[in-house]
């Protein structure tokens, strides 16, 4: 990030501020003052390649006047090491193992899982067809020139028709990259390092054209180019999904294959940590 963002920023935007976070005075993004007009968002996205600013919507953890986290200075963009450093696969297998309370890589891990025999039967059947062995991850679809793009300006149209969203800007290379170089720390308690959640994001941007829109508090919501087209296709998603934002399944839908359902055709995922 640089130390001047106010120097990318184009002279035509509505009035908005730098704002900071916790680690210090140093500009992390640029926020509207007010809701995005109609199509800037989608003008600064189309502008990207460009400007080297990534547009987000940004939402606000209920109605107050501080705006968490974006004007209240909940980022830490410190906690956040380099998203380039991950193996995504790794990751999300990792997560898997978590879920079951056993972790391969770390040593203090015990060799069985904690769960009881009753726990272990009801995590069998939430993640059913797989179980708690990691499936690995869902073969790259073929993702058309352009319709990463197409689908993301669609989205911010859909998303601004049924709520206010402050119009925020980063200088970042992606979306997914935004998030880590603006500190958001909406995954906290699933994990602490967003460079970790943004490895992923880059990864289902090149696998399937997802590209990060809306942010909240705790909350994401990602276009996506070639969504699965069957149940087939979308339960090895589903996997990556319950991986990557447990929530999903288990404060949702209750089940993995529950939640494939919802993945065919869908251009729309959308993300939530408690």
Not at 64 to 90: C, H, I, Q
Not at 218 to 224: A, C, G, K
Not at 258 to 264: F, H, K, Q
Request: overall charge negative; hydrophobic content about 45%.
């Amino acid at each position: 990030m640089t130390s001047d963002l106010s120097r990318l920023l184009p002279a035509t935007l509505p009035p908005g501020r730098l704002v900071g976070g916790e680690d210090g005075p140093e500009p992390l993004l640029w926020i509207s003052d007010a809701p995005a007009p109609a199509g800037l968002w989608q003008q600064l996205h189309r502008a990207h390649p460009q400007s080297g600013l990534w547009p987000l919507l940004l939402v606000p953890l209920g109605d107050g006047a501080d705006y968490r986290p974006w004007l209240s200075g909940e980022l830490f963009p410190a906690s956040a090491s380099d998203p380039t450093l991950y193996d995504p696969d790794a990751l999300l297998r990792r997560w898997w193992q978590q879920l079951g309370g056993t972790d391969e890589d770390a040593p203090e891990s015990p060799p069985e899982s904690p769960l009881d025999a009753e726990e272990a039967a009801e995590l069998h059947a939430a993640l059913a067809p797989f179980g708690p062995a990691w499936p690995g991850t869902a073969p790259a679809a073929a993702v058309p020139d352009g319709a990463p793009g197409t689908e993301a300006r669609g989205l911010a149209d859909v998303l601004l028709s049924v709520r206010d969203a402050r119009l925020g800007l980063v200088e970042a290379g992606s979306g997914a990259e935004a998030l880590a170089a603006c500190g958001w720390s909406g995954p906290l308690n699933h994990e602490d390092d967003t460079a970790k959640i943004a490895a992923v994001l880059a990864d289902w941007e090149r696998r399937f054209g997802a590209q990060v829109v809306q942010v909240g508090f705790d909350t994401l919501e990602l276009s996506v180019a070639v969504p699965p087209a069957t149940l087939a296709e979308a339960l090895p998603l589903a996997a990556e999904h319950t991986a990557f934002c447990p929530d999903l399944v288990f404060q949702g839908t209750g089940t993995l294959t529950a939640y494939a359902e919802r993945l065919v055709a869908a251009h729309q995922w959308s993300f939530w940590w408690d």
